[in-house]
């Protein structure tokens, strides 16, 4: 049974357009993340949520918004596409907050052109 | 959060242990070392964390210095599937999530 899954797996697009990427989690945990790794291969975190509590990180454009319908998923919503927004973005999932075991989908590969 | 600094890559021999060192030397007294993986075209994968005390699981060993400045990760007997970036990183306690960048971490190469 696959534990976080994403989807989709790719997604190409243009620019300026709007898409999302959907995350769920079958693990019964609280709480779930998004996380940009780019060309460089850094792996920096977005966002985080926890009981309808988000945590930002501040360096996130506000073209980007999760949004969860319930505890097991959590969406990435992204308006107005840009190239610098290519590049693969991962969903995890963990029991608590902070830096509990986090459990890492494969990830979503966009491509802005 | 504490800067954490790996060698960008090693190579370590099948069957073999395999020792991939990480050096965190501003790490502060409520900070957790973390080692997470990622096999190529695969997400991270959580393998071990502690605070001071040496840990061991199933995946792997934690060796901290008692000064807490390094640390080390030991995958016993490595295996071809082993091969992957490993990532070192220095949390606190009381993380908010907030800032949180895993840095370009060690490529290990098991060889056969």
């Keep these: 049974d696959t534990a976080v899954s994403q989807t989709p797996k790719y997604l190409v697009t243009q620019m300026g357009n709007d898409k999302s990427i959907k995350c769920e989690q079958n693990l019964g945990h609280d709480t779930m993340y998004w996380y940009k790794q780019d060309s460089k291969k850094f792996l920096k975190i977005m966002f985080s949520y926890n009981n309808k509590e988000l945590i930002i990180n501040e360096t996130v454009p506000n073209r980007f918004s999760p949004k969860s319908p319930d505890k097991a998923h959590l969406n990435l919503h992204i308006n107005s596409l840009e190239l610098g927004d290519s590049a693969v973005y991962f969903c995890a999932s963990s029991q608590g907050s902070g830096m509990d075991e986090q459990f890492f989908g494969p990830g979503t590969r966009l491509t802005v052109l | ?112």
């Design chain 2, 1 to 112: 959060d504490a800067k954490t600094t790996q060698p960008t890559s090693m190579d370590c021999a099948e069957g073999r242990a395999a020792n991939l060192p990480c050096n965190h030397s501003t790490i502060s007294g409520n900070e957790y070392v973390y080692w997470y993986r990622q096999i190529h075209s695969q997400g991270p994968q959580y393998i071990i964390h502690g605070l001071k005390n040496n840990e061991t699981n199933e995946m792997a060993s934690l060796i901290i210095t008692e000064d807490r400045k390094s640390s080390t990760l030991i995958l016993p007997h490595a295996t071809l599937r082993d091969t992957a970036v490993y990532y070192c990183i220095a949390i606190p306690s009381n993380f908010g999530n907030e800032k949180l960048t895993f840095g370009t971490g060690t490529r290990l190469t098991i060889i056969p």
